[in-house]
């Protein structure tokens, strides 16, 4: 995978024979484009850009338990990573694949989602009459709300910040009659089917380009760098998922078990994924520096978040181990909302930044092991593990504890990106 914003030197994708597909992923926190090329030598990922969106949106009607996004910010953020890609690879483009973080929802009035203007390089478009996008992150429906639904036809359990839910909580509050709107549910295709057309060049991307229909972008994730039935992909960015494959054929129950914390996900081919879905990864670790900085300018010292992040890990890594027990989940799990975080075997001798550290980020693995143990990957076949995430990445104390707690072979510096990942689906299903 190359850096942000670099290409290799050549320009491959006017090479003849070649296949020029761009994959885009709409994340929580940034936007990702990956131009990936097929060639008789295999693929190659002629460049990649990302740019975050700072898109959290503040919001009366949201309250405290809302979260909110300004799409205005997430199609800036999109267009800014295009504008960054050379015109003459653009114009090669024959399909783009779409991935994006799952369960949120955002409405538009009928034709007027967007609107295209004339730009320097052709046609850019900006959100038309559409609201805030509702992301998976939102709180609003309780459990005792979510136990007043319908139970759904599948075997996937309900919960808050799902889009359908999300529907539900606003048909309630704004006093209407209830009852599903079914019109706003799209119709579901196959991965890899096209959704339709560019209508106007888009950065260069001629007009016609193939579209595929959106896809997941924790199934995009998975499929980016998973090559073997016995890997296991341990994903650890804002939120965090231990995935492994199911055997061929494996068919989920009917009905949800809605306390169970294994989730089955359907994959591509009719196969699925055991997955645990955590809600507690990165997030976790970014309030626990706010939290710091927000103490350190009480005292009256202002001090970069970076800058505390990076000391606590260096403090952290002079610890091995810490006999404190944090349970981590700040922000609730699908399968026990409920329960919100604690601290316990607390010691005089162990309050130090290292120790505190070290424990959380033991907290967060552990967590993961909790819900889909070591032992069920050595009776599934998992002969190693997929290090990936940028929270992962950037942490050196998170690897050592997941080397702890999972004792298999972690490979980390794999190519796990959603935006990869709809790029080859839309390579490999042409």
Known sequence: MMADNQAIGLSPCATPGTVCVLGIDLGTTSVK?????????????????????????????????????????????????????????????????????????????????????????????????????????????????????????????????????????????????????????????????????????????PKGTEVGIALGDFQCSVYSCMTERTDAVLNISTSAQLTVPMPLGFQPPETPDSLSAVAYFPYFDGNYLAVA???????????????????????????????????????????????????????????????LASVTSITASDLSLGHVTRALCHGIIQNLHSMLPFQHLKEAGVKRILGSGSALSRNEVLKQEVEKIFPFPVIYGKDVDAAVGAAMVMLHRR
């Not at 350190?296 to 002079?318: C, D, F, H, K, P």
């Not at 181990?321 to 944090?326: G, K, N, P, Q, V």
């Open 33 to 205: 484009a990956a131009l990936v090329i097929e060639t008789e030598q295999g693929q190659i990922v002629a460049q990649s850009c990302s740019r975050e969106t700072q898109a959290q949106a503040d919001s009366l009607a949201a309250g405290a338990q809302g979260m909110e996004q300004d799409v205005q910010r997430i199609i800036k953020a999109l267009n800014e990573c295009l504008a960054a890609f050379p015109q003459e690879h653009l114009q090669r483009v024959s399909r783009i694949g779409i991935s994006g973080q799952m369960h949120g929802v955002v409405f538009w009035k009928t034709n007027q989602g967007c609107k295209w203007a004339k730009s320097g390089t052709g046609h850019t478009f900006q959100p038309g009459e559409v609201s805030h996008l509702i992301t998976w992150q939102d709180g609003r429906c309780s459990s005792s709300f979510l136990s007043s639904l319908p139970q759904p036809q599948s075997h996937l359990s309900l919960a808050t910040g799902f889009g359908c839910a999300t529907i539900y909580w606003y048909l309630k509050n704004s006093l209407r009659e209830s009852g599903f709107p079914l019109d706003l549910l799209p119709e579901v295709g196959d991965p890899g089917d096209i959704a339709g057309r560019m209508p106007h060049d888009w950065h260069g991307i």
């Open 277 to 339: 879905a955590s809600l507690n990864g990165g997030n976790v670790l970014a309030t626990f520096v706010d939290m710091l900085a927000r103490w350190m300018a009480e005292l009256g010292y202002e001090v970069l978040e970076s800058n505390v992040y990076t000391q606590m890990i260096n403090a952290a890594l002079a610890q091995n181990d810490s006999r404190l027990s944090i349970c981590p989940t700040v922000f609730g799990e699908r399968h026990m909302p409920e329960q």
